[in-house]
């Protein structure tokens, strides 16, 4: 499975950006999907997860009401809505497919593919 992220970029603090995460080489529904990021100098961590069929989400503490994230499986990608971004938001935002994981999607350990990144810089 080959993963692409997209729709990164330089942000004002406060405002929006919706990443996105296109798939091919397998069976997209087949696969929990799940964003992380890394901040400079920081381990990458989890920010949200989703279900292969999108029925169950899960996400970290930090975007709790801020970030949603969603799948189309017809079009084999996932996204990531992020509001009111802020500084502490600023890092390399990776996608990563798991084929047998489960609730709540946040052991990196677990994913088997893992995109390229794509760099959300928020400006205070």
């Known amino acids: 499975v080959q993963l692409v992220e997209s729709g990164g970029g330089l942000v004002q603090a406060g405002g929006s950006l919706r990443l996105s995460c296109a798939a091919s080489g397998g069976a997209f529904s087949w696969y929990i999907m799940a964003w992380f990021r890394q901040a400079p100098g920081k381990e990458r961590e989890f920010v949200a997860g989703?279900?292969?069929?999108?029925?169950?989400?899960s996400s970290a503490d930090s975007v709790k009401g801020r970030f949603t994230i969603s799948r189309d499986n017809a079009k084999s990608t996932v996204y990531l809505q992020m509001n009111n971004l802020n500084p502490e938001d600023t890092a390399v935002y990776y996608c990563a497919a798991d084929r047998f994981g489960s609730w709540p999607y946040d052991q990196s350990g677990e994913y088997d593919y893992w995109g390229q990144g794509t760099l959300v810089t928020v400006s205070s």
């Open positions: 989703i279900s292969r069929n999108g029925g169950s989400t």
